[in-house]
């Protein structure tokens, strides 16, 4: 018998991945990506978000 | 080849935007349509989203938008995410932007940006 997957378990991290937290303020002061981010928040300005 | 994932506020609260590239170790400098040419897309690209269920495993509730920074690259991740459509959406609800309209994703659609968020 197939068992589905229990879509409230927490999704897992592939194998050989982990968090290393001081990755989330290392690169604070450096504007990676603006123009990304520009383009992002003119595309939710003009289109918005999704109806779901 | 460092690579570099960064997950930013956008002006919407929640929404965040997914953007990476290549580091260059020895002058900082980051790029987002360099093509380091390693035959390994698929793999960076399962890297990507490795990166995008530890984010929204730390920040419940948040939505995430991407885009290619060239059209190839938009192209790319157009790829990757139908090769595990069935995967990603027992757990997420993947939109895509195409004129200038979001809908459910769909394969062999092309898209300008993707929209994705946990499903409750």
């Keep these: ?52 | 080849m460092r690579k570099i994932v960064r997950y930013s506020k956008t002006n919407l609260r929640g929404l965040y935007n997914l953007g990476f590239g290549d580091k260059d170790d020895e002058t900082g400098f980051i790029s987002d349509t360099v093509i380091t040419n390693n035959h390994d897309s698929q793999k960076v690209l399962a890297t990507v989203a490795a990166t995008l269920y530890a984010f929204i495993e730390t920040h419940p509730g948040a939505e995430v938008i991407a885009m290619g920074s060239t059209e190839v690259r938009t192209r790319l991740y157009r790829i990757g995410i139908s090769k595990n459509l069935e995967d990603i959406e027992l757990d997420f609800e993947i939109f895509g932007l195409k004129n200038e309209m979001w809908e459910t994703f769909r394969k062999n659609v092309r898209y300008t940006a993707y929209l994705v968020c946990k499903k409750p």
């Design chain 1, 1 to 52: 018998m197939k068992t589905e997957k229990n879509t409230l378990e927490k999704p897992k991290l592939p194998k050989g991945f982990k968090v290393d937290p001081s990755l989330n303020v290392r690169y604070d002061d450096q504007p990676f990506f603006k123009d990304k981010l520009d383009r992002a928040n003119y595309i939710l300005k003009k289109v918005g978000l999704p109806k779901k």
